[in-house]
């Protein structure tokens, strides 16, 4: 299994990131202050998007292929909208979102949408060492660090260059100690829309100083639609034999549990809701599932082949494939109902799942876990796909 995927850096591939040469907003080559509105998406206006948050324009745009539409913004650099055709041909909202700027800076959860940086997942005690050095991070998720502390990526400025009609480009200097995490770090990552219907998620990196990184994307996802009520009859099929168990503050054990004879098996396709109200330690923990999922290193395209997903009512068909060796799955846990989504409805339990590609959680403090080091002669690099069909 390929765990981490590092190329070495000579000459003049020393700085791969466009924030490495200039922090300021890149020149787009192409106009994307021109709206156009991918069917229905009419909800999102350019206006409650235009803004300027420290200094920094805050804008929407819009990406579109053949079989596939998608709206983002640069604060946070958020995936808001993501259009697929259902099995009856109608253009379905498959990623949940708010219609303005406002809307995801007041909500109560965080991360919807949103590029997770510099370290997804959690970190027990916001600690972590590297080279014999202690580095304190900010707890934010009771004792623990999740996403990348206080301000992660999910709540900064992103540069942003529009190459063309299906592809963004975004870029973010992390400077040293942002967060409490050493190096300064570049980071770009690539959305891009393929023909029939692919999302495509590459990331890369550079340090000038050891440090940790863990990048992925916190999309909530309604195959149904967005709106449509619960997602407990999704069927889920996860390419993985074993999971990490995790305590009650969701820090992994350590442990690599087999998920044969679990409610953890979806080795074959089962309904989210299936087994989710089981007794079982792990659920209560997670208060449903909250975990990562070690992929068994099944192949599909060259990648590791994460999970399929298929929604009940839509017939849409999310298959994933990835670089990462785990996967997280979050069935909608901790959703109130605090929040308004654009289509009008609010974010009630378990109607949406998160599905993020990553290295383990707390990998930092898990000798036995992959590592997520990566020094100043490395790259960090890794592509995640997103594929929709119907049945």
Not at 216 to 227: I, P, Q
Not at 313 to 336: A, L
Request: proline share 4%; net charge negative.
């Amino acid at each position: 299994m390929r765990y981490f995927t590092i190329l070495a850096l000579s000459g003049v591939m020393a700085c791969l990131t466009t924030s490495c040469k200039d922090p300021g907003e890149k020149k787009n080559k192409t106009d994307i202050s021109k709206e156009f509105t991918p069917a229905g998406a009419s909800v999102l206006k350019a206006a409650d998007f235009d803004t300027l948050i420290n200094g920094k324009k805050v804008a929407l745009y819009r990406i579109q292929n053949e079989g596939i539409q998608a709206a983002f913004t640069n604060y946070g650099g958020r995936l808001i909208g993501l259009w697929v055709p259902d099995s009856t041909g109608k253009m379905t909202d498959v990623v949940v979102g708010m219609n303005s700027v406002d809307g995801f800076i007041n909500s109560t959860e965080p991360y919807f949408g949103a590029t997770i940086g510099r370290v997804g997942n959690r970190i027990a005690q916001g600690k972590f060492k590297l080279d014999g050095k202690e580095y304190t991070i900010p707890q934010n998720n009771g004792e623990n660090t999740l996403h990348g502390g206080i301000k992660g990526f999910q709540d900064v400025i992103w540069n942003v260059e529009k190459t063309d009609d299906h592809t963004l480009v975004f870029t973010y200097h992390s400077a040293d100690g942002e967060e409490g995490f050493p190096g300064n770090l570049d980071v770009e990552v690539i959305y891009s829309l393929g023909k029939n219907g692919v999302l495509r998620m590459e990331y890369t990196a550079n340090t000038d100083a050891p440090t940790v990184v863990n990048l992925t994307n916190h999309a909530f996802f309604n195959l149904n639609g967005e709106g449509s009520g619960s997602i407990l009859q999704h069927k889920v099929q996860i390419f993985a034999d074993s999971f990490t168990p995790v305590d009650s503050g969701l820090i992994p054990t350590g442990e690599l549990r087999s998920v044969q004879g679990t409610p953890f098996d979806f080795t074959e396709p089962h309904a989210i809701g299936e087994r989710i109200e089981a007794e079982n330690e792990q659920l209560e923990n997670g208060m449903g599932y909250d975990h990562n999922f070690v992929l068994n290193g099944n192949k599909k395209n060259g990648m590791n082949h994460v999970a399929t997903i298929t929604g009940d009512k839509s017939g849409i068909i999310m298959d994933v494939v990835s670089d990462e060796p785990g996967v997280q799955f979050y069935s909608g846990n901790f959703m109130q109902g605090k929040n308004t989504f654009k289509s009008g409805v609010t974010d009630d339990f378990r109607t949406a799942f998160a599905l993020e590609t990553q290295h383990f959680p707390d990998a930092p403090n898990q000798p036995e876990f992959p590592s997520i080091r990566l020094d100043p002669e490395q790259t960090y690099h890794t592509v995640s796909i997103y594929s929709f069909s119907v049945k």
